[in-house]
Nanobody, 122 residues
Framework: QVRLVESGGGLVQAGGSLRLSCAGSGRTFGSFAMGWFRQAPGKEREFVAYITRSGGSIAYVDSVRGRFTVSRDNAKNTVYLQMNRLKPEDSGVYYC???????????????WGQGTQVTVSS
């Protein structure tokens, strides 16, 4: 497992941008596939994006494709989620998570951060 800490959330107007960061502890960060998920009040946790260990393969949920970009810097033990053209429906708590391989199901991820709140006003 790896300890994960998200940052970068906040309040932004529709159409604005935010960049989330997820810092991992330990020398094994580069051995994990990383995912981003979000959860709105009263809703289930939703897959947003994932990135493989090397960054060579990336996937997004349809609703964010073309607006969000996931990347990672293994030298800094950090994965990022650049969010552009934000919409009110993007609001929620955003979590990063680590897994042995990429997946869209939350149950496949072993380590989770505490989450960071993103609120997009209309």
């Amino acid at each position: 497992q790896v300890r994960l800490v998200e940052s970068g959330g906040g309040l932004v107007q529709a159409g604005g941008s935010l960049r989330l960061s997820c810092a991992g502890s330990g020398r094994t960060f580069g051995s994990f596939a990383m995912g981003w998920f979000r959860q709105a009040p009263g809703k289930e946790r939703e897959f947003v994006a994932y990135i493989t260990r090397s960054g060579g393969s990336i996937a997004y949920v349809d609703s964010v494709r073309g607006r969000f970009t996931v990347s990672r810097d293994n030298a800094k033990n950090t994965v990022y989620l650049q969010m552009n053209r934000l919409k009110p429906e993007d609001s929620g708590v955003y979590y990063c998570a680590a897994a042995s391989r990429t997946a869209t199901q939350p149950r496949m991820y072993d380590s989770w951060g505490q989450g960071t709140q993103v609120t997009v006003s209309s």
